[in-house]
């Protein structure tokens, strides 16, 4: 049976309902491999969220753009991924990451912000489905240790990376 309307508005996906039981084993034959993870915090970017929601827009696509230069010229292998005030990006290489990272300062600098972040090394998984996505992450958990520890704005290393 297909999908089902009801008073409230959506639909059931009675045959995915059903599956219910059989459990949902997504990590299931995934590998899980070591990445570098910083997570950098935009300073006063919740206010400007709340007080200047155009122009946080603007910000958002600057940040963007400036990603996009980094990966046409030299690492294409680090993902961006922004949460509200919040960056995290995810590298196989401490050089793209540690780049990636001061592209990001740089910009939220131009727009009068700062910020304050960290960067880690270690077991991470990212995995996509749908309209979901999973993130374990023992370097990104680390990373934001380290944000929470430095009082400063500046992107800190955690001791998991080795220079």
Not at 77 to 98: A, E
Request: aromatic share 8%; net charge negative; glycine share 4%.
């Amino acid at each position: 049976m297909a999908d089902v309307p009801n008073d409230f508005g959506f639909e059931v996906d009675r045959e995915a309902l059903a599956r219910l039981p059989e459990g949902y084993r997504l990590f299931e034959n995934v590998p899980i491999e070591n990445r570098y993870v910083a997570f950098l915090d935009v300073l006063g970017f919740g206010a400007k969220v709340r007080n200047e929601f155009e122009r946080t827009l603007e910000l958002y696509q600057e940040l963007i753009d400036c990603m996009r230069i980094h990966e046409a010229i030299k690492t294409p292998d680090t993902q961006l991924q922004i949460y509200s005030d919040s960056v995290v990006l995810v590298s196989s290489k401490l050089s793209s990451i540690l780049q990636a990272s001061q592209m990001v300062q740089c910009t939220m600098l131009q727009a009068n912000c700062l910020v304050r972040g960290g960067v880690a090394y270690g077991r991470h998984l990212d995995l996509k489905n749908d309209v979901h996505t999973y993130i374990i992450s023992e370097a990104l958990v680390n990373a934001v240790a380290t944000e929470k520890d430095i009082r400063f704005p500046c992107v800190a290393l955690h001791n998991s990376i080795r220079i």
